[in-house]
């Protein structure tokens, strides 16, 4: 029986940077913006944002999200609106900057917040929403002119675009439509990944400044703590990464979205798609981390892993249990969460690596296939 492992990061070898190393053992710096970590970041500023805005590095994506609420919330808010179908970092980031995550659902097409329903929310709650905080969903990029609309009339947004780095949509990056903080992920698990590492985007650049500055304590150019800190720095090391990383990225991106494209066709030649399966519904063209699909309704994503396993191919239920689901999370108010019960309880995430050959996908749509035919059988789904 062959064994499909679900993910194989797969980080650029050591002869790709060995060059930026031996600049490291010359120079002797190895953290606190250092050279490396300047040349990194005006390469990705001109690289995918055609040197527009302002971006820094940061140690990795969650402290980017922390330093980005904390330096963005309205100071008489309580809330922090998110959706509850995202990674628990997102409803950590906002416990950490003293806020309280407040769910809203989920659209049913791209598992991004419901825009109509946050709508409702944020006049509910009124002067107790200190800040908004959307999702984009698996590296989808959101179409931002809605949360736009909400910074021009004076409601903080910062948008967690953790697996979304390069993607773009009609050539434009998610940041086209949008002035305020994005925070990306370089996690080795990312299609970008550097190890561990993220990236905070802003066209105002006095913002980047400030999180720059808070993620060296706080410090002004005299060394004297001038707002609130801490450390957020990226390693040269991870910086020398990232450079390497940056030219072998364009095809990473395209061998990714070449096998997700490989697994909707075969998906639909066996007749899944057409009989209760979706797949998640991406907006551009995106560098996916995995491919994730719902099963029929009735059935429970859970029991489609276990049987997948027990055919070798190893799968995920990215995000289940949603946040509002865990005990930890769940004293927080939320809207309904309908779409988000539903999407948790029947997600799966199928495996995605750029070493994945067809005849891998081959034998995880075949899989998938028995797994399907043996639950109906079973009758584990539901009428």
Known sequence: MMRIPFMKPNLVK?????????????????????KLNTVFEEKILSQFYNGVGYVTTVNNATIGLMTSIMLSKKDSGRYAIMPSFTFSATAQAALWCGLEPYFVDIREEDWCLNEKLLAKHIEKLGEEVAIIVPYATFGTVVDLSYYQNLIDNGLPVVIDAAASFGSSYKGEGIESTFSGPIVYSFHATKSFGIGEGGLVYSKNKSFIKKVRQAGNFGFDTTRETVQI???????????????????????????????????????????????????????????????????????????????????????????????????????HPSSDLYVTEDVASRVVNLPLWEELQEEDIDYVVHALSNVDRKVKELSIYGA
């Open 14 to 34: 050591n002869k790709e940077y060995i060059s930026y190393l031996n600049q490291i053992d010359d120079s002797r710096i190895y953290s606190n913006y250092g």
């Open 229 to 331: 800190g801490l450390n957020s720095k990226m390693s040269e090391y991870s910086a020398a990464i990232g450079l390497a990383t940056l030219s072998v990225f364009p095809e990473k991106k395209i061998i990714r979205q070449y096998i997700k494209e490989k697994y909707i066709v075969k998906m639909k030649k066996c007749g899944l798609l057409d009989n209760g399966w979706k797949v998640h519904q991406t907006r551009g063209e995106v560098a996916h981390q995995n491919v994730s699909v719902l099963c029929p309704k009735g059935c429970s994503g859970a029991v489609i892993v276990d049987l997948l396993n027990q055919l070798g191919v190893e799968a995920r239920t990215y995000f289940s249990p949603a946040c509002h689901q865990q005990s930890f999370f769940s004293k």
